[in-house]
Each structure stands twice: as structure tokens, then as C-alpha cells.
């Protein structure tokens, strides 16, 4: 489970949480008070505890016989403990830089506001990542360029600022160092942020969330044995390219997502910061400014690559879990849908066949001993039963749609809408519809459910053109409307037409137009039209005027299948 930072104004984990007064015994009272407060100091110890050593480790970074160091890791390692534990526990962060700048050697007052600087920086940075909703875990993308953004370059400016302006008034910096100081001050510890503190982040992740990279323990050791050492012999010998190391931080960040790629990440600058200070590796040549400028837009694209390319990864793996979950969500309820479908066809239509027998058996048997008023409620209840049928068919006839596998092959569409047309037996109309059935090109698709979708479109051509002298029904086709699209085929009729306001509504399940209510149907047959275009991916589509007659066309997808 992904760990969320909580709001600006919300209790971290470690916040008290107030309590149900109690009377409890003075003894009880009084024991209870230093355990407590033990509990509180927990959180302060363990950052003092561990920014002190990483202070004095961003030392052992510093070029000799100056103050810079090319990366400030105790930046990176405050930000992310008070983004974990909270932002209430900065006295122990500028007492741990007092105590770090202080052993050093700096005079107390020096030390005391660069303290004062650092502990600036370090709140400034959680509560803009707080305030921008960045996960600590970076597993997106947006949460790793604002983690770089805010942290990295935003944050380290207060520190930068206040530091440099206190070694000018010391006197340690002259006034025409102070661009190259702030600039240094400002590169190191945004990159302490950038490495360090993603490296605290993912490591804190994984240990509360308790998930592990998916790979297994033997690969993760040879990935960090062949870093260590790629990153040993790169910076050792000044020939061989640093570039060699991005393929490693491929490797992490697609195996190992976002712990692979902050360790990777910590091992390679570790071990070229100190080899490049130290006089050794590709970035050695040369005086300070020209030895640390490449080294640190070297740690920051390499840091970059490896994060950017784990939240990717992370972000597609947590969007395929979801898409699996809805998966089988879907399943689910499809066997729903066909326990339900079950229940409809052998619960409901065995009681609804009784009673249109029976009103049926009645009509006949006792028909003539019927009043009018009996015989008319009789009819009422046979032809609803028969009504009601009907729509538990159509229901069926969907529900088995949607189950139905499709089995696309070329298709001759217009050898598809003249077998249609021969099942609806036009000829037997009392007045048989003038048919033309044109050439059309061939398609892909499913041979019976096209003829199914010509069967509906025909069928409700001849229902709207009963009322004209002469009814006319054209079947064919026109160009595709776009490039790489297939060609539009279409069901023309001089029927009764329809407002093409209510265009869509006539796909819509059962959904009749008021001023067709009188003609028969149920209107299930568009819906299964739609259902049908649907699934081999194209669309479909009415035109029409009131007493003009209507146009429905449809198109076919390339070969595929949605769900």
C-alpha cells in the first residue's frame, strides 16, 4: 500500500494523539510520564543520531583544503525525516548542524547561522512537498520532477542564501567569491536532496509498506556488486565514459523500481564524488570549478534517469494491477449477469407462460359466457403476458450478444443483407416494399451477426414505410469518411422519418419516440444494431426527417474485438 504525505496542517504518525482523561493512581501517574516522554524523544534522537554522521560525511566529500563539497548528503537525509516523521521535530535538525559545523572547527556564531540556514532550507522543502501532494514513495513521475523541482532546486536557495551571506560578514568569503559559494552551497545540497533524500525515501517505502521488489535476493546483490564495481572502475581510470553506468540504472529502475534506483543512484554518485575529489576518474582534470561543475550535472541526469524511468515503470505495473482488478471485477459481474440471465429464462418465462395459457385457455373454453367487460380485461392480460415475453427475449437476445464470441471473416455485406431480407419475407407485406440491394465492398466482420444488424435495419425499414403507397428501401454503401477508415454502409427508407433531435435515443434500450408509439415493436432491434457495431469496433449513426424518411449508417472496425 502506497504511503500518502498528509496535509500541512494534519498530525504526522508520530504526532500524540489526546487522550480520555482518567484518574489513575499517583504511582501509576507518575511511572507513566517518563515512558512517555522516552516515546517523544524517539523521533528527535534518530534524527540527531543520523544527520551528525551524514554531516560529517558530506566532509569527507569537500575538495582538500577548501570548505566545498560537490554534494551535501545530510540535506537529502533532513528533508525526508521530516517528511516521514514531521516538520515538529526541526529543533533536533538544527542542533545536529550547530553540533556538525561547530566539531568542525567554524566559530559558534558562524555555526549557529548556518544552522539556522540549513534548518530553513530543510522546512522550506517539506512544506512545499507537503502543500504539492508528493507521495513519498516518487512511484509517479509528477512526484519525482516536483521532489526535484521544489526540493532540489526551490529549498536549497534559503540555506545558500543565509550560509554564503554569513561567511561574507565572518569575513571567510570575499566579496567576488560570493556567486561561486552561493552557486557551490546551492549545487550540493540540491543534489544531497536529489540523491540522498530520494535514496531515505524509497528505503523508508519499502520498510513500511512492506513490499519487496519483485526479483529475487541474488539479483540484487549482483546488481549492487557489478554498480560498485563499474562505478569503481569508471572513476579510477580517466578513459572509460561514466555512460557506461546507464544501463545499470535501466536495470534497477525496471527491475527493482524505485529502491533499485535510489540505491544505484547513491552507490554511483558515492563513488564518484569521492574518487573526483580525491584526484581520481574522468572528472578529475583540471582545477575545482572546472573538476565540479560535470561531476554534478553528471549525479543529477544520472539520479534523474534512474527515478523518472522507476516511476514510469511503477506507474504502468499499479495501472496494470487496476486494469486487472477491474478485469476480474467484470467477470464477476458478467456471472452475475448470466445468473440472472438463467433466473429470467426458466423462473420468470415458466410462470409467464402459464398465464398466457391459461388467459388463452379461458378465452377459448369460456368465451361466450364472458361479459364484454371480462373478455376485454382477458385480452388485456394475454397480450400484456405476450408483451412481457417479448421483452424478456430481447433481454435474452442482448445478454447472449454480449457472451457471444465473434468470428470475423470477409464478408460479402450485400450476400449478407439479402439473406436477411429473405428471412423477414418481404413478399408476404400487403405491400411489399421496393428492396434494391446495391454492391458494396467487403469487410471483416462476423457473418451472422452482420446479417443480424441488416435483419433489424431491414425489419425496421419496413415497419416505418406500411403507410406509403409506394415504400422504398436502399441498401448500399458510400467512400470512407478519413483516411485509414472503411466504408460506410447504409439502410435507406421513405418511411415516417424522425426529429433528428432524438437521434441517439433510438439505440437506446426499449427506447420508443412518442409519435411511433402506436407501431409495433419493442425497441430492442436498434439497441442490438448498436450492441453489434459496437463490438467490431465502428459506429453507428441515424439521419432523418418527420415524413422525409431515415438513413442508418454503420461502419466496421479493422479486425479486433472489444469487450
Not at 558530506?58 to 560537490?70: D, I, K, N, S
Not at 532546486?153 to 550560509?163: D, F, R
Not at 530520494?198 to 554498480?227: K, V
Amino acid at each position: 500500500m502506497q504511503a500518502r504525505l498528509a496535509p500541512p496542517d494534519t498530525p504526522t504518525q508520530d504526532a500524540a494523539v489526546p487522550r480520555a482523561i482518567t484518574l489513575p493512581s499517583p504511582v501509576g501517574r507518575v511511572r507513566s510520564r517518563p515512558g512517555h516522554r522516552l516515546r517523544e524523544l524517539r523521533a528527535p534522537l534518530l534524527i540527531a543520531c543520523t544527520y551528525y554522521p551524514a554531516a560529517r560525511l558530506g566532509m569527507l566529500f569537500q575538495f582538500p583544503h577548501t570548505e566545498v563539497a560537490p554534494v551535501w548528503p545530510a540535506s537529502g537525509l533532513a528533508v525526508a525525516s521530516l517528511l516521514v516523521l514531521g516538520r515538529r521535530h526541526w529543533p533536533a535538525l538544527a542542533i545536529a548542524a550547530f553540533l556538525a559545523d561547530l566539531t568542525n572547527g567554524t566559530e559558534p556564531a558562524l555555526s549557529a547561522a548556518m544552522a539556522a540556514g540549513s534548518t530553513g532550507e530543510y522546512l522550506v522543502a517539506a512544506t512545499l512537498l507537503r502543500r504539492a501532494d508528493v507521495r513519498p514513495d516518487l512511484a509517479r513521475i509528477r512526484d519525482v520532477i516536483v521532489f526535484t523541482g521544489l526540493g532540489g532546486l526551490v529549498a536549497p536557495t534559503v540555506a545558500a542564501s543565509v550560509g554564503t551571506y554569513s561567511l561574507w560578514l565572518s569575513d571567510v568569503a570575499m566579496t567576488k567569491d560570493f556567486p561561486t559559494v552561493w552557486a557551490s552551497w546551492w549545487l550540493a545540497d540540491g543534489i544531497g536532496v536529489l540523491v540522498f533524500g530520494a535514496g531515505c525515501l524509497a528505503i523508508w517505502s519499502a520498510w513500511s509498506s512492506g513490499r519487496r521488489p519483485a526479483p529475487g535476493r541474488i539479483e540484487g546483490i549482483g546488481l549492487a556488486i557489478l554498480t560498485v564495481a563499474t562505478a569503481g572502475l569508471v572513476f579510477l581510470s580517466p578513459t572509460v565514459s561514466p555512460s557506461v553506468l546507464f544501463p545499470l540504472a535501466i536495470w534497477a529502475g525496471v527491475r527493482f523500481e524505485q529502491l533499485g534506483a535510489a540505491g544505484v543512484t547513491l552507490a554511483v554518485a558515492s563513488v564518484a564524488t569521492y574518487a573526483t575529489v580525491h584526484g581520481s576518474g574522468r572528472f578529475s582534470i583540471g582545477t575545482m570549478s572546472p573538476r565540479l561543475l560535470p561531476l554534478q550535472l553528471y549525479t543529477v541526469s544520472y539520479s534523474l534517469t534512474a527515478l523518472v524511468l522507476a516511476a514510469a515503470i511503477t506507474s504502468r505495473r499499479s495501472s496494470d494491477q487496476r486494469l486487472r482488478a477491474r478485469t476480474l471485477e467484470l467477470e464477476a459481474k458478467n456471472q452475475e449477469l448470466e445468473a440472472f440471465t438463467y433466473t429470467v429464462s426458466h423462473d420468470l418465462r415458466a410462470p409467464l407462460r402459464a398465464i398466457h395459457a391459461f388467459s388463452t385457455l379461458v378465452t377459448e373454453e369460456e368465451g361466450t359466457r364472458l361479459s364484454v367487460a371480462g373478455a376485454r380485461r382477458l385480452g388485456t392480460v394475454t397480450r400484456n403476458a405476450e408483451h412481457m415475453s417479448r421483452l424478456i427475449d430481447s433481454l435474452l437476445g442482448l445478454s447472449h450478444l454480449g457472451r457471444q464470441r465473434l468470428v470475423r471473416q470477409t464478408v460479402d455485406p450485400a450476400r449478407a443483407a439479402r439473406a436477411a431480407a429473405g428471412r423477414l419475407h418481404l413478399d408476404l407485406e400487403v405491400r411489399p416494399p421496393e428492396l434494391a440491394i446495391a454492391a458494396m465492398p467487403q469487410c471483416s466482420a462476423d457473418p451472422v451477426l452482420l446479417e443480424q444488424v441488416y435483419e433489424n435495419l431491414i425489419g425496421n425499414a419496413v415497419k416505418f414505410t406500411r403507410d406509403r403507397e409506394v415504400a422504398r428501401i436502399e441498401v448500399g454503401s458510400t467512400a470512407p469518411r478519413g483516411d485509414g477508415e472503411g466504408p460506410v454502409y447504409h439502410v435507406r427508407d421513405n418511411g415516417a422519418g424522425f426529429d433528428p433531435r432524438y437521434a441517439q435515443r433510438l439505440f437506446a434500450l426499449f427506447e420508443r419516440l412518442p409519435q411511433h408509439a402506436d407501431l409495433p415493436g419493442i425497441g430492442a432491434g436498434l439497441a442490438i444494431v448498436a450492441r453489434i457495431v459496437d463490438r467490431h469496433g465502428g459506429t453507428v449513426w441515424a439521419e432523418g426527417c418527420p415524413g422525409e424518411g431515415a438513413m442508418f449508417r454503420f461502419t466496421v472496425g479493422p479486425p479486433g474485438e472489444r469487450p
